[in-house]
Structure formats: C-alpha cells, structure tokens
C-alpha cells in the first residue's frame, strides 16, 4: 500500500455528527429495513443465485488468474472495433487522458453517466477547473451534484434525500419560475427536461462499464433510466472510463453478471436498460458516436491481485453489503468519507488511498457477517476487515490507547488462569457496584459506550463461570 497526501478521515466524529439528525436516522433506518427485503424476495424467486453465485467466483478468479491473457485480449478486440484504448496508472493519469480527449474536441459541455470510478478520480471537478460544463445524467448524481455532496451509496447516491430537500434544490437551480413541484413524477419530469438539453448539446459523453467483454472487445452497461444509453449515443465523443478487474471472458458472463447484479443491488431480475458498446458508429449505422475511447485505469489495483485482499477485485458493485450494513445504516454512506462506503468501502478505500487515511474504517464492523452472507461475489469482508485490523495493529496505525488495551486483552488471553481471576474479578465488582440501579450511566474507559447507552450491570458470573455451573447441574441431573 502507497502513503498518500488525503487528509485523515475521521470517521468516528463524522458518524457521531450522523446520528444527531432524528430525521436522515429514521429514513436510513427505514431504507434499512426495506432494501434487504426486495433482495431477499428476488434472489428467493429465482432459485438459482447460490449455483451462479459460485459460478461466476470461479470464472472471475479465472479471469484474474489469466490476466495476461484476457487484458491483451481485449484490447485487441476493442481496438479492432475502432476504438482507442488508454491505459492509466492513477486517477490523475485517467483524469489527464480525458481531459486531453475533451480538448482535442474542443468539448466545453459533457454528459457523465454514473461511474464510481470516476468519482474515485474527481473527475467531474478536474474537468469543471478546466471550465468545462460537467452535467451528472443519473438522477441520483444529478442531485448529489447541485447539492456540492458526495454519493451516500454506490447504487443510489441520493437516497438519503427526502422529496422535500430535493424540489429545494431544484427550485434553487432551476430558474423556471413559480411551480408546485409536489410529487416525485413533477419532480423527475423537471430533471429529464433540464437534462435534454445537455444531452443534446454535449460534444463528449462519458460512462462508466459493469463488464468488459475479453472475447469481442464489448463494453456492458446497466443502467435503469437509460441515461448511460443517451451520454454514448448523442455527443460525437464517448469516453469509458472503468478498471481492468471488470475483464470476463464471454458475453454469456457479463449475462450471468447482470443477473446476480439486478437482483443483489436492486431486487429486480433485470435492470430498465442493459447495453452492449462495441465502438464507433459504422458506416451504414446513422447515429452513435463517431469517436470512442476506453480508459483502463489501476489506481493500486494491480497491487492486489496476488496478496491477501486480491478477492476485493471480484467486487461487482452491487451495494448489497451496504444495504445489510448495521453501521452503514446507522452512520449513513457519507460518514465514510470514501466514494465507497459500507462494508466493501472500508476494505477498498484503505487498500486504494492508504491504511493511515483510513484507519478507522476496519474498525466499523460488528462482526456479524451479513455483508458476506449476501455478497453475491462471495468476498470474505469480515475476514478482509480482520487481516486490515491485524496490518493496523502490526504497523502501529491508530489509536495508541486502543493498541496497547488490546496487547493488554492478547497478553491476559493467552495466561488463562490469570484471565479467568482478572475477569471473575472484574464482573463480581461491577456487579457489586451497580447492584442498587442494575445499570452504569458511565463507567473509566468505557465512555464511549456509555456515552450514547447505559451499561446493564451484570448479575452473574463471567461466561465461562456460568458455563461451568451449568455443566455441574447437568451432570447432577443425569
Ligand atoms: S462487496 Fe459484494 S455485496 Fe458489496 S458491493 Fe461488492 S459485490 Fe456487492
């Protein structure tokens, strides 16, 4: 991993400052309880996700495996289709290619679809220094983007948005008069006329790829407004931007793809719109761009093909894992201070900036192993978030109170005698000492539990005391 310049994410103060809002808590903790439940219906109805679940592992472990391969591959067959292939080291590189592109075109207005890899690479805000006019096509972007944020989710970037917070920002950028805006439909049919206009006017569209098809040199887009479809197809320049780890081998991969992804992300069994690029528009087509590029970006990827995290590569975007996050539900996206947060955003942004960035994001995890359970790439996120907690500890990031109780904890858990009279000591203290209220409103050490809860004082011995016991009853009884 490479130090770099980003300041230090403070994800602990930022999540604090998430929970004071009573509001933007109970719609993340509704949107919480929703979107496991379409999940869960559409993965249940198609009967098939574990079989090509496992399927897809193995063609992807493949596919990275022989990379040497499918990458040149691929690049030969896109090119023999007429596009250019560009490959960059680093988001500044990516970022340098595009705005090289957007130059010799003379390109002053460009239409984005939604890429996570471009947000990765600030683009948008490379090209706005530039004085280019930067339009976010998704919907959800489009919002994030007049409200100066960052994306919340990597599948839905505005979700934390309420109908009222968004006509506000409507009504504050859109300058069309007086007008209700008082249904999400008014809402929508007021974006998609602002937008027709940059569509038609933009000379360069950009969009990002779900798959890069290594056997016809094909591009895969899911997208479920179309807008993808309309930044590729309506300026004369299309530029996709996305990162080698989208490689497979066929076209019926990229399907098998598509179909875990509708269902993880959305639980629809297709997304509205799934397109397949191939390159500049022919001599007997009469429309498509007649320019296109594709940018391979590697941004530290490369680095992880064969270490201990390279299974984070066979991420697919779906967002499931955040979506059965209980500190992603609890903290909201943008408390990550990462373009990806969530589960697969706490392994892939310390491993993509650097662990010291990031320091606290392994750390946001309960263990409780949802995110794993339905990854439909079937990345172990738990065990990644312990091998980057056992890197944080062995190179002495983070916290040096934190570090030196958990050699403390180390040191006690392997005396196990002495462990067991430190810990019987410690619960028939708390016991005595919160014996007359049954609960700590605080207690040395351990503010910050209790400084959002009470601390339940507990009534019996330690776990392993009443273990024992209950075996000495069993073997009364028998
Ligand atoms: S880690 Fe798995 S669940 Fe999370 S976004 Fe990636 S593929 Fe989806």
Redesign the pocket.
């Known amino acids: 991993m490479i130090a770099t310049e980003h300041p230090v994410n403070d994800f602990i103060r930022a999540a604090e400052s998430a929970l004071t809002d009573p509001a933007a808590v109970s719609q993340r903790d509704m949107l919480a309880r929703a979107t496991p439940l379409l999940r869960q219906h559409a993965v249940a109805e198609f009967g098939e996700f574990e079989a090509l679940r496992q399927h897809l592992k193995r063609v992807r472990r493949h596919t990275l495996e022989n990379l040497d391969h499918y990458l040149p591959r691929f690049e030969l067959e896109a090119i023999r289709n007429g596009n250019q292939v560009h490959f960059a080291d680093s988001g500044d590189e990516m970022n340098a290619i595009v705005l090289d592109i957007c130059r010799q075109h003379g390109a002053r207005r460009i239409a984005k679809g939604k890429s996570m890899v471009t947000e990765e690479t600030e683009l948008a805000a490379a090209l706005q220094r530039e004085r280019m006019e930067v339009v976010e096509t998704d919907l959800g972007e489009y919002i994030i983007q007049l409200a100066g944020e960052k994306p919340a989710h ?1 599948v839905g970037p505005a979700r934390h948005k309420t109908i009222a917070q968004i006509r506000q920002l409507f009504l504050d950028h859109h300058k069309l008069g007086s007008r209700e805006l008082d249904s999400a439909e008014s809402l929508v049919a007021e974006a998609r006329q602002i937008m027709r206009k940059h569509f038609l006017e933009a000379e360069v569209g950009i969009i990002g790829a779900n798959a890069l098809i290594a056997e016809n040199g094909y591009s895969m887009l899911v997208t479920n407004e179309g807008n993808g479809d309309l930044c590729a197809n309506l300026p004369r320049t299309l530029i996709v931007c996305t990162t080698f780890d989208r490689i497979l081998p066929r076209g019926e991969d990229a399907a098998a793809l598509q179909r875990l992804l509708a269902r ?2 959305t639980g629809q069994r297709q997304t509205c719109y799934t397109s397949y690029y191939s390159g500049p528009r022919r001599e007997v087509e009469g429309s498509g761009p007649v320019e296109t590029h594709i940018i391979l970006l590697d941004n530290h990827r490369s680095d992880l093909l064969d270490g201990p995290f390279h299974e ?1 590569l ?9 979506n ?1 996050c209980p500190i992603f539900a609890a903290a909201g996206g943008q408390a990550y201070g990462s373009v990806y947060p ?3 955003g706490s ?1 892939l942004a310390p491993l993509l900036e650097s662990l010291e960035t990031h320091a606290a994001l392994p750390d946001a995890c309960t263990s409780c192993g949802r ?1 794993e359970e ?6 172990p ?1 738990p065990g990644l978030l312990r091998e980057l907690r056992r890197e944080k500890s062995q190179r002495g990031i983070g916290s040096s109170r934190w570090r030196l109780g958990l050699r403390l904890h180390a040191w006690l858990a392997c005396h196990p005698a002495l462990y067991r009279w430190a810990t019987g000591l410690a619960i028939r203290s708390l016991n005595w000492l919160g014996r007359r209220r049954g609960v700590f409103h605080r207690l040395p050490f351990a503010s910050g539990w209790t400084g959002q809860r009470d601390f339940p004082s507990p009534q019996r011995g330690t776990f392993m005391q009443q273990y024992a016991a209950r075996e000495r009853h069993r073997e009364h009884e028998q």
């Not at 066979?314 to 955040?322: N, P, Q, S």
């Open positions: 990597i993880s992300a984070m066979d991420c697919i975007r779906c967002g499931a894992c955040l059965h969530g589960p697969m392994v995110c339905v990854c439909p790439a079937s990345i996120l």
